[in-house]
Nanobody, 121 residues
Framework: QVDLVESGGGSVPDGGSLRLACTAS????????LAWFRQAPGKDREGVAV???????TYSDSAKGRFTISKDGDKNALYLDMTDLTPGDSAVYIC???????????????WGQGTQVTVDS
């Protein structure tokens, strides 16, 4: 059973924008904190943004001011709106669910398959 499904990845030019979506089961959506991580080839997985249940968002330094995390309770969906993208943002973006709203892999128990984002220079 797949409980976290990402979509919205693709190729965009340098400076472009993209919206990623993660559809979760209602159980995951209402029980856990949801976050976005990313992993580029040859690099460690890194946290991008996490949304606490009270609506508080936490961003990585690289995401601050450019990315916005949000959710839609009617659709059990988590979003990541990304603007001013650079080639350095190219990675597989992965949705995660866990008990704590911190940008640490250890805080997340469940992971989606990811969606590829490529920013062309």
């Amino acid at each position: 059973q797949v409980d976290l499904v990402e979509s919205g990845g693709g190729s965009v030019p340098d400076g472009g924008s993209l919206r990623l979506a993660c559809t979760a089961s209602k159980y995951f959506y209402t029980t856990f904190r949801l976050a976005w991580f990313r992993q580029a080839p040859g690099k460690d997985r890194e946290g991008v943004a996490v949304l606490d249940n009270d609506g508080t968002a936490t961003y990585s330094d690289s995401a601050k001011g450019r990315f916005t995390i949000s959710k839609d309770g009617d659709k059990n969906a988590l979003y990541l709106d990304m603007t001013d993208l650079t080639p350095g943002d190219s990675a597989v973006y992965i949705c995660a669910a866990g008990p704590m709203a911190v940008l640490s892999q250890a805080a997340f128990w469940y992971w989606g398959q990811g969606t590829q984002v490529t920013v062309d220079s």
